[in-house]
Every structure is written in C-alpha cells, then in structure tokens.
C-alpha cells in the first residue's frame, strides 16, 4: 500500500472506533444513577430552573432523538457548551489542546534524548556496571508516581533555586517551552524507562544478528556497525512501543498539569469532572481517543521510514 | 567431597523483591506493631519537626509522626495492589481463556473492544468513571475493573491461541475429556505463567493509579492514611517541611521496585520471555 | 606442506573454546590449512565439525563467550596478534566474508546500494559519484541486471539467489585477496546453486583471488576446489588436492564420507550413510575421535591420536588405518 493510501486508510479507521466511543459514552452518562442536570445545578436548585435545562439541553426528548442529535453534533463540531467556563466546548478545547500536545511532544523529546543513548550504554555493557546502575536508576524512575516526581522538581527548581517558573504558561514559543521543560521532564521520566528498557533488550538482540557480522567482516568502524546497523534496527520496535504509550502518556499529562498548572486538557479534564461539566467530559473523551489514533498514525509513518519492509 | 545436593536456586531480584514485599506486607497488616506512634494522634508539642531520633522521618503540621503515618498508609496502598488487580486478573484470564478457545464473533467483538481500550488514555477513563461513581476506593476498584480485564485477556488470548495447536489439547479430545477439562486443567496451568508476570507489574501499576488518585482526591479520602493522600497533605508544606512529603514518595518507590523485582524474578524462576 | 609459492594464508594451530553454561566447548581444536595466492581451498566436513567456526576465527569475528589461541598468518603477519586498526583494515579490504543466509546477513534496513557504499567508503578514497559508479559495476560484475536501478533496492525486494549476488557483490566492494565463503549455496535452490558457484569460481579467476569454501557437499568441493581439507570434531583430519583425495582418501572418515554421496570418488558404489554421532566436543577426546563410527577401528584408536603425517605429495592424513586404505585401493 502506498503511503497516502495508508494515511487515508488509517484515517478512516478512526471513524469507528470513534462512533463506538461516542455510542459508549452516550449510554453511559444516560446509563448511570443519577440526573446529569441536578447534578450540575446541585440539590437545592428549583424544579423550574431543572426543568429549563433540561429542555435546554434536549434531556426532554426521547433517547433515540436525544442520540440522533448528539451524533449530529459531534458531525458539526459542535459539542455544546461547557457548563462551567459559559463558553462553546470547542472553542475551550481548542485553546488547551495545543498546549498538551506541545507538552506530550517535549516529553517524548526528553525522554528519547535520555534513553536512547543510555539503553545503548547499557546494551554494549550489558551485566556490567554501566548495565546495572542504568538500570537501577531507571528502575528507581519507573516505580515513581508523576505526581511525586513533579512536586520534587517543582520544589526544588522551581521554588527553590528559580531556575524555573512555578507554574503556568507563557507568551512567546521560547517561553512556553521554558515553562512546560520541568512538567515535560516529570512526565518523561518514567516514559524514559519504558523506552530504555525495550531499546535495550532490542539492541541485544540485534548484536547477535547475522548482518551485524557481516558488517563487522566488511572492515566497518564500530562507531559505524552501531548506528548504523544495529540502533536502526533496534529503534523499529521501540517507535511502535513509544507509539502504543501515547495513551499513558496522555494519562500521565492529566497528573503533571494538575501539579504545574498548566492550562492543558489535562487539568481541564480534572476540574470538569469535579465541576461535573459534561459537554466538556464526553468531548475531551472523544478528542483524546482521536489524538491517540493520530499518534498511531504518526508512529507507522516514522516505522515505514524506519522499516523499508512495512513500507510494502 | 560429597555428590552436591540438588539445590532450588532462587532468582537473586526474586530474594530482593520478595523482602521488600514483605517488609511492606508486615506493615500492611500489623501496623500497630511497626509503628511507634499512632499515625492518627495529634500532638501539639511537636510540629513540623525535622526527622529526628524520637521522629526518624519527622512529624506533620499536626505533630502526627510521619513514619508511623507511612506505615499505616501501607495497609491501604497494599489493600488498592491486591483489590484492584484480583479482580480483572480473575475476569480477564477467564474471559481471554474462552474468546481464545472458541473464536468466532465474541472474538471479533473482543478484539474491537481491546482496540478500544489502547485507544483509550487508561488513567483517563478510570478518572472519568470514578468522577461520575464518586471519588472513594470501592469506585476506584469498579473503575479499574471495568477497564483492567481487558490486558489480561488480551495476554490470555494469545498464550491459549499458541496452546490450542498443542498434541495434548488434540489429545484431550480425542480422549473424549470435556471440554471444561481441557480448558481449566490442561490449557489453564499452561498459559498461567506470562499472566503471572504481568499481574507483579500490573500490582506496580496499581499502587501507582491508587496513589495517583488518592492525590487528586479521587480515591482513599482523608483522614485514611494513604501514600498519595499523604503527599497531597504534605504539598503546601513542602519547602518548610520536605519529609512530609517524601517519605511517603519513597514509599510507593520502595513497593514499586518490589513488585518488579518479584516480577523479574518470577519471570526468570518460570522462564517467562518479557 | 611442500610446493608453490609461500602461502599467504597460513592457520596454525587454530583453537577456539566456547564458554557456555554447560561448560566449555572446544569446537576448533588445533587446526593447520593454508591458502596460496589464488587458490581455492575447499573445507568440508559434517554440521558441527568446526568449519564455519574456524572461517569466522580467521577474521576474529566470533562471540565474545570465545577464546581463541594459535596463529593465523596473513601475508607474515599474526591477525590474531593484530591491534583492532590493524583487523579492521584488513577485514573486507584484503579478507572478506560471505554468509550462509543471504536473508538474515544482508541488513533489511538498508538499501544494496547503501550496503556496498559503506565498504566503499571504509576503504576506498572514491567520491560519492565514484561509489555510485563502482556499486552499479559491482551489481553488474555478479550477474544483476539494470544494476543502477536495483542500487536502491532493499534486500526483501531480492530472490534468494538474487540476496546471494547481491551479497557477493558487497563483499568483493573493495577487491579482496582472499574469500571465505560460509556454505553460500546450502540456503539456494539446486539450480540457483549451481549459478552462484559458477560466478564464485569466475569471479576468483578473473580477479585473481583466492578463496576457502566452507560446504558439506562433497560435490562442491569436486567441481570447484584446487585442494581441500576435511575437518571432523574440530580438527583437520585429511588434506590434500581435490583430485588426489578424491581418489585417494587416506582417512578412515573421508572414506566413508565419499562413500556417503551418490557420485563419490571414481568408481560409482552402493551408498553407504556413516553411523552414529559425531563426539561431544565439550569433553576431551581419547584417542581419534572417529573411532566409534569407524568400520575401520582398531584397538589403538581408541587410546591414541593418529599423527597428522604426509601420505603421498600435498597429501597428508591423520589416521591409523591409511596404509589399510592404500592396500584395499590397490586389489580392489
């Protein structure tokens, strides 16, 4: 298949996991105990004021209209208006987006620039000293909570020593990176192990690859045998692993913008579900299960030009 | 010299692992022998203190001792490793035992729903579906339920795919065993061990969510001694007073590398690929 | 051995001693072969005998579970000796390499043309057009037809027969003295075999190099070999030019070797598999290790290594039983 037939066929497959998303939601907000709209508007609210809503919000009709015109908005863009910012859902959505995308993106940066050259350390040294304190230490960043990690760096970089601001969002593109790097590097951290560890038990296995023999008879540099021959092939299966972790990653930004303040989806996610606004809950569900799609997209992508095979 | 004895080697991460576990099972069940005070009283002679002899991790803005609050606060972290992964660990074996056995459409409807779920940021999910029940550790376990069979399934499905094809399952039929028999007593035993694995790490995980949550104020709710709770009440305190906050931390870290060293160590003693 | 011009491969004394779990392997045990300037020198003998290993042992590119010990000379120099500079430019530029599986040698990730440049580049002074030029003359010179287009080819994209060229074609890059060719036809079709043969042994006329042919096939080594050595748990047991042991073995195993194959030898006889098992080489052997699959054993066989000692010109045969396999040639 070509590459643009792969990117539309990819692309259209978005569509029913997305409609099956949409359909699991719907049932379910109408599924659980309790009234969405006296939830919002709290116990003491009046039967009238409830009942305004609820026509307001199309509660009044019948299940199946209800389905209809929900699917019918999510078509249009439309996904109503947040309850708690009084603002269109999508207009809310598309400000904090772009800032959780920029913070996954710089956190799959950082994490790459520490593991790819440390699994690597660790591979060629494999159960020496180097392998087992990379290791150890990695091991130590896997089994750390994001939150813990974040408040630490926060307190001491931030709070302390300055060297970065407590929280928040900037102006210019330079600025925002410097005020997204520590919850990048917090929530790199343990996303850094995952890479390391899969990096390194790959390129283990490619050492003993025949080809890697045949390079070494060629009369290569080892500094060439290793970037060449044996990273290349190493990386091909970690890109597919740092795709399937777009999700946990994604998860894991929820908790580092909660504890930097950051104005991405994750902390709006957070506080709407505290504020119970659910137009802005079932659409950041939906939004988020696309943009993980999209990054299984992007990660074939960078495969088939890894991988002249899966190009096929 | 005499002949050497057969010996059962054990796996030296196994030996690590199982001793930090148990540290951390001891303080989960008898807390009150560990902990030199009571991690709920207050004491107003001595607050915010550094860690000391009298205080080795020193005390909260309360005076309660924070070592002993930590060591309380294991039963219910221990409690959120076991309750939120026996239950998919159970429902998803069987589940990925069946759809793997038999195929067909409830196959095909599994393999949408796995697709489904990777799609799905997980801590997102659980968070949504524990904000709509209600924060609360019984939510958190329904949450993690809902979701979590879902991976043991998968593991399940393919280790009984490989199974299936084998001599003695042919053979069991042949014998005319019914097939109960063959599923629980001759492919079961057999596809058990990579599931063992991943429930060590799922356990790491689980703590992991629990304490995150519990953080967020969606899980164990305070005055319930629990890591994450802990580092949360510890937070705002956090320049004047570090050890609130991370001893706790180095709590779920300690449990964290206990669950993968037993895990590694499981792996090695059954001879799991990972 | 006497004869010819000095040889400018000479093994000496080859050992290689695999560390493993199981404790440690000897699978070259004091091998001796020498390859003169063009020349061809066949070395077979049955899976597991030590042939590939003693291939691999000559460049040093075994695990790092292996130790290696005796000489092996190139032109005067000890390679085992040799700094990791020193090996290295000699690796691919005056010593090259071809495998058994063209598939799981040849890298999947890069292009052909990529694979051949890189050698190019390690040991040539050529430009970029030059490589460009010389890999498309490569890809020609194995039989690749519109060699310039197929330079961006990526192995998977290859027939069998074609990786096999193809890999030919990166290994002769920057013009080698000497090939060590691992079984490169075994992987092959019969008749895709036959063709790769038939360009090795061009190509070493042609370009005047010498060349060791690993091969269990006896057949092989008939057509292509000037001399051959046959090895048998990690030791040369017979060596000696093709033609001469052919029709003359002197060694109990090569014996029965040549009875084994359907064309074996001069006069055309029933076939006659060797049983039994080759020793394990992770104990030490008493005696020839053959003994216990030989009809021919007797007594001291079993306690004795035969000495490896002359048995007519070029020829020499580690075996108790050689003037008993001279007797029955000459009444038969």
């Known amino acids: 298949m070509s590459r643009a037939g792969l990117v539309l066929w990819r692309l259209l497959q978005i569509v029913p996991t997305f409609l099956l998303i949409g359909v699991t939601i719907f049932v379910l907000a109408r599924l659980l105990p309790g009234d969405p709209v006296s939830a919002m508007l709290g116990d003491r609210a009046s039967d009238e004021a409830v009942n305004r809503l609820r026509q307001q919000m199309g509660f009044d009709r019948s299940i199946l209209t209800q389905f209809v015109l929900f699917i019918e908005g999510i078509a249009r863009g439309d996904f109503g208006s947040s309850t708690a910012y009084r603002i269109p859902v999508t207009q809310l959505i598309g400000e904090r987006l772009p800032v959780t995308i920029t913070l996954t993106a710089l956190a799959t940066v950082i994490a790459l620039v520490f593991a790819v050259p440390l699994a690597f350390v660790a591979a060629v040294k494999a159960n020496r000293w180097p392998d087992f304190l990379i290791r150890g230490v990695f091991q130590v960043g896997l089994s750390s909570p994001v939150f813990y990690v974040g408040l630490i760096l926060l307190t001491v970089f931030a709070a302390w020593l300055r060297w970065f601001p407590v929280g928040g969002y900037g102006e210019t593109l330079g600025d925002k990176l410097w005020h997204l790097f520590l919850p990048a590097l917090t929530l790199a951290l343990s996303f850094s192990a995952i890479i390391m560890r899969n990096l390194r038990a790959a390129i283990l296995e490619v050492l003993t690859a025949e080809f890697v023999d045949f390079a070494r008879s060629k009369g290569l540099a080892q500094r060439i045998i290793l970037f060449r021959h044996v990273l290349r092939n190493a990386l091909v299966s970690t890109v597919t692993l740092v795709g399937l972790h777009a999700g946990s990653l994604l998860g894991g930004a929820v908790i580092t913008e909660s504890v930097f303040a950051v104005p991405g989806v994750g902390r709006l996610m957070v506080d709407s579900i505290f504020a119970r606004d659910y137009p802005v809950i079932q659409a950041l569900t939906l939004v988020l299960a696309v943009v993980v799609s999209l990054a299984f997209l992007v990660t074939d992508l960078i495969q088939m030009a890894l991988d002249p095979r899966v190009a096929r | 010299m005499t002949a050497r004895m057969p010996r059962l080697r054990l796996p030296g991460s196994l030996v690590a692992g199982g001793a930090i576990l148990a540290l951390m099972l001891v303080c989960a069940l008898a807390p009150g022998l560990v902990a030199p005070y009571d991690p709920i009283a207050f004491d107003y002679t001595a607050l915010l203190q550094p860690p000391s002899g009298a205080h080795p991790f020193g005390t909260d803005q309360f005076g309660r001792d924070i070592l002993s609050r930590t060591i309380a606060a294991a039963t219910i972290d221990i409690q959120i490793a076991v309750f939120a992964t026996v239950g998919p660990l159970v429902v998803g074996t069987v589940i990925g035992l069946l759809v793997g056995y038999y195929g067909g459409i409830a196959d095909m409807v599994f393999g949408r729903l796995v697709d489904l779920v990777v799609t799905f940021p997980f801590l997102v999910l659980v968070i949504a579906i524990v904000a709509v029940l209600g924060p609360g550790l019984v939510n958190m376990y329904i949450a993690v339920g809902v979701v979590g069979w879902v991976f043991y399934a998968r593991l399940m499905r393919g280790e009984v795919l490989v199974l299936r094809n084998h001599d003695y399952v042919s053979a069991g039929k042949v014998l005319g065993y019914g097939e109960a028999r063959i599923l629980f007593r001759h492919i079961l035993p057999n596809a058990a061990r990579p599931i063992l694995v991943y429930w060590m790490t799922d356990m790491a995980l689980a703590i992991l969510l629990g304490s995150s949550l519990g953080y967020l104020g969606l899980g164990a709710q305070p005055p319930a001694a629990e890591w994450g709770v802990l580092i949360a009440d510890g937070k705002n305190f956090f320049s004047q007073a570090w050890w609130i906050t991370v001893f706790p931390g180095i709590a779920i870290i300690l449990a964290g590398i206990g669950f993968s060293l037993a895990g590694d160590g499981v792996a090695d003693l059954l001879d799991v690929k990972r | 051995m006497s ?105 999947p990730v890069l292009s052909i043309g990529t694979q051949i440049e890189e050698s190019l580049v390690a040991h040539t002074t050529l430009d970029d057009a030059g490589r460009k030029r010389r890999a498309a003359e490569l890809l020609d010179l194995v039989g690749i037809a519109s060699a310039k287009v197929r330079l961006a080819a990526y192995p998977h994209e290859f027939s069998g027969g074609m990786r096999q060229r193809a890999m030919i074609a990166i290994a002769l890059a920057a013009q080698p003295r000497l090939l060590l060719a691992d079984e490169p036809t075994t992987a092959l079709d019969v008749t895709i075999q036959d063709q790769i043969l038939k360009l090795l042994l061009g190509l070493c006329q042609d370009l005047g190099m010498a060349m060791i042919l690993v091969t269990h096939d006896l057949g092989v080594v008939a057509e292509t070999c000037d001399r051959v050595s046959v090895m048998y748990a990690g030791r040369v047991v017979e060596s000696g030019p093709v033609e001469a042991l052919f029709r003359h073995p002197r060694h109990a195993y090569t014996h029965a070797l040549l009875r084994s194959m359907p064309h074996g030898g001069a006069a055309r006889q029933p076939l006659v598999p060797i049983p039994g098992q080759p020793p394990r080489l992770d104990r030490p052997v008493e005696g020839c290790p053959f003994a216990p699959r030989c009809q021919l054993v007797e007594d001291r066989c079993r306690t004795v290594a035969p000495p490896f000692e002359p048995v007519g010109p070029a020829h020499a045969a580690a075996c108790w039983a050689s003037d008993r396999l001279a007797m029955a040639e000459g009444t038969a």
């Not at chain 3, 049955?46 to 290993?53: A, L, R």
């Not at chain 3, 003693?54 to 032109?75: E, F, H, P, Q």
């Open chain 3, 3 to 107: 004869g010819g011009p000095d040889p400018i491969l000479a093994v000496e004394r080859l050992a290689v001693t695999f560390d493993t779990p199981r404790g440690s392997v000897r699978a070259v045990d004091g091998v001796d072969l020498s390859v003169r300037e063009g020349e061809i020198l066949g070395l077979v003998g049955e899976s597991g005998s030590g042939k590939s290993v003693t291939l691999r042992g000559i460049v040093r590119l075994l695990r790092a579970n292996a130790a290696v010990a005796g000489r092996v000379l190139w032109k005067g120099a000890d390679l085992l000796a040799a700094s990791p500079e020193r090996l290295q430019a000699v690796r691919g530029r005056e010593i090259a390499m071809i495998f058994q599986e063209p598939m799981t040698a040849l890298n």
